[in-house]
């Protein structure tokens, strides 16, 4: 079995659907098809649900949605019964936003109205071109936590839902991002989720292969709108795409990996525009492995460094410090200590997997045992490869071509897999352009 997930900007127009379904249908084996939101659906959707929004703006935002799928349907076959559905839909949608609820809850039933509508129009494209899929309501599986906005899947009760209700031999489209808890409440991932649902399914059902159709031709050494010389690899680790995916490469959604490698599950990352390209292959060893694969930048990174006395020579400051954050719910990417402060640095860009939120209250509860400083605007440059702790002389002519530039942290040595460090999110590109030109070039 295949489980094959399409992004927004395969399912996101009429031409893109029906090049989405030929891809299906190009294969028997890919039997559970799990597919996202029309491409800019969900931006929508959470634009919608900001509080201070006036009714001008709203119109505007309802009117791009309705307007996208529109334009779909009236390219379908079943126009009539899929417009009925989607004004079905969308009345239920418009009445959901009248509702006084600003919280969580409320807000993953409101995104959840992309996945449901766009697989609703997906079905029938199938059809028409000879796939009979089933439609499937995620929720009726994919079981999560009760932690809205980004629930926990639970493992066990997913494996058990699919089991009830996948069969091979059939073919089945269904939602990714969304789920439900133990109690029929409606649920989300997070944004970036659906790649991460296809791979909990791919799990479940015991999948050969998982692909990931998107709008590239694979994971890049890095990201070709900064260095148009970058090249797609043929071939990554499981560890070295983790690693990517985790410090900023676009393709992947972090969590992704960990539900293939747990099920055996092989992945491939292709287009969808370009299908008989082979993309890339995530593997568990890689034949070549080269020091350095890929660079990836993550902008929006906060660095805070947390100073006191009562570090030196003492023990449980670092425990403290971090039973702070993990109250707050706050993940840290990087750590550096010194003998009296501690340098973190936080994820805090508005389209992260899991958006940081350094408040007050945080800063406060800090700064009763320690001195705080906050430095924003920064951005984080991972270099990813293979034996890195062990590779002689790269150090030198990495730190060489930076000589010029501010390097506020870095970190080395935890990782076999990753050097990182932050540089002023200005100097940035520059410095992704400089180091694959030096270490990475231009590919075969």
């Not at 609703?120 to 499937?136: C, T």
């Not at 649920?187 to 159709?213: C, H, K, N, P, Q």
């Not at 425990?319 to 719910?329: N, P, S, T």
Request: charged content about 25%.
């Amino acid at each position: 079995m295949i489980v094959s997930k399409f992004g927004g900007t395969s399912v996101g127009t009429f031409e893109a659907m029906q090049r989405s379904a030929q891809i299906v249908a190009a294969d028997k084996n890919r039997q559970l098809i799990v597919i996202s939101a029309t491409s800019g659906t969900t931006n929508d959707l959470v634009a919608l649900s900001a509080s201070n929004i006036d009714s001008t703006t709203r119109e505007e935002l309802l009117g791009n949605i309705e307007q996208r799928h529109l334009a779909i349907i009236e390219r379908c076959e079943e126009e009539e019964k899929l417009k009925d559905s989607f004004y079905t839909e969308f009345s239920k949608l418009r009445e959901h936003l009248d509702f006084v609820g600003r919280d969580k809850r409320w807000k993953d039933r409101l995104y959840a109205f992309g996945e449901m509508m766009s697989t609703k129009i997906f079905v029938e494209v199938l059809k028409q071109n000879g796939i009979d899929a089933e439609w499937l309501d995620a929720r009726e599986i994919m079981k999560m936590d009760s932690t809205f906005g980004n629930a926990e899947p639970m493992l066990k009760s997913i494996k058990a839902k699919a089991k009830e209700h996948i069969h091979k031999g059939t073919t089945y489209l269904t939602q990714g991002f969304v789920g439900s808890d133990i109690f029929g409440n409606t649920t989300t991932l997070g944004r970036g989720g659906s790649d991460f649902s296809a791979a909990l399914f791919a799990e479940a059902v015991g999948a050969d292969t998982l692909e990931i159709w998107t709008d590239v031709a694979g994971v890049y050494t890095t990201d070709p709108r900064i260095v148009p010389e970058a090249f797609p690899i043929h071939e990554i680790s499981f560890d070295e795409a983790a690693e990517l995916s985790v410090f900023g490469g676009k393709v992947l959604h972090p969590a992704t990996l960990k539900p293939a490698i747990r099920g055996g599950v092989n992945v491939r990352v292709a287009s969808s525009s370009d299908p008989e390209n082979p993309g890339t292959f995530i593997v568990k060893e890689s034949e070549e492995k080269p020091a350095i694969r890929a660079i990836s930048l993550r902008k929006d990174q906060t660095l805070l460094t947390v100073n006191s006395l009562q570090m030196l020579h003492q023990h449980g400051f670092l425990a403290q410090l971090f039973r702070v954050l993990a109250e707050h719910k706050i993940s840290v990417d990087l750590v550096s200590t010194s003998e009296v402060s501690v340098a973190l640095t936080l994820d805090t860009a508005v389209n992260a997997a899991n958006k940081v939120e350094l408040t007050d209250d945080v800063l406060d509860e800090l700064r009763e045992f320690a001195e705080v400083s906050v430095e924003e605007n920064l951005a984080l440059i991972a270099l990813i490869g293979n034996d890195m702790q062990k590779t002689s002389g790269l150090g030198g002519p990495l730190f060489s071509a930076l000589e010029q530039y501010n390097i506020r942290l870095i970190c080395h040595g935890a990782s076999s897999n990753n050097l990182c460090f932050l540089v002023d999110h200005k100097e940035a590109e520059g410095i992704v352009k400089m180091l694959h030109h030096k270490f990475i070039g231009k590919g075969s």
